[in-house]
């Protein structure tokens, strides 16, 4: 059973429409209108549990989940034109169900304004109206057959790929309404530690400024260390040229400045992405722990390779120094888990290569491959680093030649995607997930040093897509079978997730039974993917009060 939902005017919790149609995105009935949306969602959910079709899950779903409505399966009609305009060769061209629609109809496809762009109602506003919920849902209707055909017409796997990634979109919905645990107070005691006390407006930190103070110092001149310019321009005129300022240029670099300035470069990052004002923005301020919960905007696929990305919040990038204010309700755990060395095994998996993947059966993968290089563990990681990224240093080129030799199969697979995207061609991920096209100007490049260097480039980031892709498609559907089991046992809630990471809030007396029933996910997500494979990939999995103690 598969089920549009069209929320009504103003996609609030309220009325709306729905329609059956088959697998095959035909209508099986006439759309109806329902007077309390979320409350036919609950009853439909509970009797039927069919695929839900909502035109864009990040926008559609979070009143209906607010007003009581969790949702099992759904089809995300913008995610899944993403997946399949990607698949096509046309990757950033517009997803919006209006321009789908216009495109499967002919008709010029619509400009689509700005996201979160407020319009102020005037007098002389000129918009066109808004269609009515029976007209939206022929639309929805249209689209998602269409949608049906494409994806049928592609690859085996594309189906599936467009089902995990509208599954992520619920995940994703629901991980920001349920919010990551925080502690103001830890943060702003941590904040102070690493700072001094909050500024006022428009000042730096104490000790930020005393780092300040320390670098014009040390040039003899006041120097804006926050200015890339000024401070590429003191260090030529010590003597001490640098082609710019990133950490690992100026650890080069002899000079009484440059200790000041890393510390300052670091603490500088704390202060501005996740210092106070990050805090007022995007943490609840409840007078109460349970209160307490940073939001971000969690963008699905916002990474061409399909791993997340945010739209605020940056949640994936909480520095260590920070981690400790997250912290779990009292009564409650965080259970973080990670996947083991995701890509290689992933590698070991997609290629088929027998000894890649006898080895990929143990907890650590690259010491199990180290007998293949001198007994070194460090050497296996970084030839596998080196296939799946690409490597030029001597000793990467020493070991890829180690594991082109033990491990043809693999190193094939990479090497046949680098290939491709060195001749400008697609190459896709386990699934269907498909790479950007080369641009026209690097088909148009001639030969020189410059189209080299492009050429390349390309084939080192096709080499790391399918790999890269493949694991996000692994994660995808971990997250999904994950949700499932959590709500069916009514464990507790996923709250965070980052590429091969995944935080559960859970009562304590849970904390047991969320560890076995990761392995499970894990291990469903495994045999969806690779049906036979000898491959493991095993979640490093801790309970724990606080982030910072999982690390």
Not at 55 to 69: Q, R
Not at 343 to 353: F, H, K, Q
Request: hydrophobic share 45%; charged share 25%; glycine share 10%.
């Amino acid at each position: 059973m598969r089920m549009l939902v069209v929320p009504g005017a103003g996609n609030a919790a309220g009325s709306g429409w729905l329609r059956a149609v088959g697998d095959d995105g035909r209508p099986l009935a006439p759309a109806t209108e329902v007077p309390d949306l979320a409350a036919e969602l609950r009853r439909r959910e509970a009797a039927e549990s069919p695929r839900w079709i909502l035109a864009d899950i990040a926008h559609t779903y979070p009143p209906l989940y607010a007003a009581g409505a969790r949702l099992g399966r759904c089809h995300d009609l913008v995610l899944a034109e993403g997946v399949l305009l990607g698949f096509e060769g046309r990757y950033g061209e517009t997803t919006s169900v209006a321009a789908a629609y216009a495109r499967g109809h002919g008709l010029p496809v619509p400009v689509e304004e700005p996201e979160r762009v407020l319009r102020q109602e005037t007098l002389f506003t000129d918009e066109k109206p808004r269609p009515s919920g029976r007209e939206e849902t022929e639309r929805l209707t249209s689209v998602y057959a269409d949608q049906v055909r494409r994806a049928a017409a592609g690859v085996p796997g594309l189906a599936t790929l467009v089902a995990a990634e509208s599954a992520g979109g619920l995940v994703a919905a629901e991980m920001t309404a349920q919010g990551l645990p925080f502690r103001r107070t830890v943060h702003d005691e941590l904040l102070t530690g690493l700072l001094g006390p909050k500024p006022f407006k428009g000042m730096r930190p104490r000790l930020l400024q005393e780092l300040a103070d320390r670098i014009s110092a040390a040039f003899g001149k006041v120097v804006n260390p926050d200015s890339p310019q000024q401070i590429v321009a003191a260090f030529k005129a010590a003597g001490k040229p640098v082609e710019s300022t990133r950490s690992y240029v100026l650890k080069q670099v002899d000079h009484p400045a440059v200790e000041p300035l890393l510390q300052y470069k670091e603490l500088a990052r704390i202060w501005v992405a996740h210092g106070w004002t990050w805090a007022e923005q995007w943490v609840g301020a409840g007078p109460t722990p349970a209160g307490q919960r940073l939001r971000p905007e969690y963008v699905v696929g916002g990474v061409v390779s399909g791993r997340w990305a945010t739209n605020g919040g940056a949640a994936l990038q909480i520095p260590k120094a920070v981690r400790r204010a997250v912290t779990a309700d009292d009564g409650w755990r965080l259970v973080v888990a990670d996947a083991a060395q995701l890509e290689p095994r992933v590698l070991a998996a997609m290629s088929g290569d027998a000894g890649m993947a006898r080895a990929a059966g143990e907890i650590d993968l690259y010491a199990a491959l180290s007998d293949a290089f001198g007994g070194k563990r460090d050497g296996a990681k970084i030839a596998l680093l080196s296939a799946m990224y690409g490597g030029g240093s001597t000793d990467a080129l020493s070991l890829l030649a180690v594991m082109r030799q033990r491990f043809p199969v693999a190193y094939a697979y990479v090497e046949s995607a680098a290939q491709a995207g060195e001749q400008g061609k697609l190459v896709r991920s386990w699934l269907g997930r498909t790479c950007p096209p080369a641009s026209s100007s690097f088909k148009s490049m001639g030969a020189g040093p410059e189209a080299a260097r492009a050429v390349r480039d390309r084939g080192r980031f096709t080499r790391n897509f399918v790999v890269q892709g493949t694991a996000a498609e692994w994660a995808l559907a971990l997250l999904a079978f994950l949700r499932r089991r959590l709500h069916e046992e009514d464990l507790g809630e996923l709250v965070f997730f980052q590429h091969d990471e995944v935080i559960v809030h859970c009562p304590e007396r849970h904390a047991a039974r969320v560890h076995d029933v990761i392995d499970e996910a894990a291990l469903e997500a495994t045999v969806l993917l690779f049906p036979g494979t000898p491959v493991r990939i095993p979640m490093q999995t801790t309970t724990v009060s606080s982030y910072a103690d999982a690390k």
